[in-house]
């Protein structure tokens, strides 16, 4: 894994448990990043470099299932191949990332614009915990 990129989305990855999702809603920094907000949340924890995600499409937005379905598995790929911008934050701390991926446009959209903004997003978490705005 030296030079070669490993692109992976395990089940690890994944933000799960109702007490754990509500917390980064409720005590999570947010900014958005058309067509996504963000809602990201830091923890110190015994294990480092831990990154979990949650994506979010609101009923509300999309009715269709078959479409809210699509728009995640689109939103998931854009974050599995982005992933890497945020190696380098993860790197050298205990530091444990929480980040939830919710879809803002009321139509669909196509995989170039979601990973614009998927990278966009994430480029902008790493700026945060560079400068230590947090």
């Known amino acids: 894994m030296d030079n070669e990129q490993r692109y992976f989305f395990k089940k690890e990855e994944r933000l799960t448990g109702d007490k754990r999702i509500e917390n980064l809603f409720i005590r999570g920094k947010s900014f958005v990043a058309y067509p996504l907000r963000i809602v990201y949340l830091e923890k110190v924890t015994q294990n480092p470099e831990v990154l979990e995600v949650l994506v979010s499409i609101p009923k509300k937005r999309i009715k269709s299932a078959v479409n809210r379905n699509r728009m995640k598995r689109l939103i998931r790929e854009s ?9 380098n934050v993860l790197i050298g701390g205990n530091r444990h990332i929480e980040i939830a ?31 230590g705005e947090e």
């Open 79 to 87: 974050f599995r191949m982005n992933k890497h911008i945020l190696h």
């Open 101 to 131: 991926f919710v879809y803002v446009k009321d139509e669909l959209s196509d995989f170039d614009s979601i990973e614009r903004g998927m990278r966009k997003a994430l480029n902008e978490i790493k700026k945060r915990f560079e400068t």
